[in-house]
């Protein structure tokens, strides 16, 4: 049974397959009333439908609970370990070792909205508002996310990535990315971290669209971040909300791989 009151809700598989990495009741104070499986789904329904949290359905809790628990698993990083540990899992499922060698990084303008936060205009793309800087392996999973101004340059913004670089990306070696990374920024990768970037370019001869190895990988993940109707722009106040909220997007695929029912 899916047990599901929306169409983003969890099924019974994969609330089985994720409840036991959220955290437990610590034991002070009252005992904890809500139900978890229903905050999660609850934030799954924000995402995926844009609404604001005040409007959320009556079948959940409160908003102000909802967003409780959102914001708390974001400060304590419950939401990224949830995510790593299905990455790891995906890559496993799929015959790959948990830690990847290789990836792609990318960024994407997005507009954002009268919400107050940090914003700039990228003069390339014209756009006025913020940059998610993604770095994923070559299955297209997420291994780092950072959002910053739009403003700031693809060089400095793929800095902000590498140094967030955790214990998944410790075998990570090589990395492809396109021309508006060229410059110092290989050589302090490689002395820095011994990571080798590697620029994929569009052939000469080339007219129109094309498919380009390796970096359609990074592409296709920003499709699937644009399935959700909270990332069409970003409307979020700060730019960690953001990256959570990208984060747990790509939980919910994760999910719908390793349990389809």
Not at 3 to 31: C, F, M, V
Not at 202 to 208: I, S
Request: proline residues 4%.
């Amino acid at each position: 049974m899916k047990n599901q009151i929306y169409p983003s809700d969890l099924t019974d598989n994969q609330w089985e397959h994720i409840k036991d990495l959220l955290p437990a009741h610590t034991g002070r104070g009252r005992p904890r009333e809500l139900d978890l499986r229903l905050v999660v789904n609850a934030v799954f329904y924000v995402l995926v439908t844009g609404c604001q949290w005040r409007y959320l359905p009556a079948e959940y809790p409160n908003w102000q609970s909802v967003y409780y628990y959102f914001r708390l698993w974001q400060r304590t990083r419950v939401w990224q370990q949830i995510h790593d540990c299905l990455r790891c899992q995906v890559r496993q499922k799929a015959g790959r070792h948990k830690h990847p060698t290789a990836g792609c990084l990318d960024s994407q303008s997005v507009k954002t909205t009268s919400v107050p936060g940090i914003r700039g205009f990228d003069n390339g793309k014209k756009v006025n508002g913020r940059k998610r800087h993604i770095l994923v392996d070559t299955l297209g999973l997420l291994l780092v996310v950072v959002v910053h101004a739009a403003n700031i340059s693809e060089s400095a913004g793929a800095r902000l990535v590498f140094a967030r670089m955790r214990g998944g990306c410790k075998k990570l070696r090589r990395i492809w990315v396109d021309g508006g990374y060229f410059g110092t920024l290989f050589g302090w990768a490689y002395v820095q971290f011994r990571l080798v970037l590697q620029v994929v370019k569009r052939p000469p001869e080339q007219k129109g669209f094309s498919v380009l190895p390796r970096r359609w990988v990074v592409e296709r993940t920003f499709a699937w971040l644009s399935n959700h109707r909270r990332l069409s722009k970003d409307y979020e106040r700060e730019t960690q909300t953001a990256e959570a909220l990208i984060q747990i997007a790509m939980m919910r695929l994760m999910l719908r791989r390793l349990c389809p029912e």
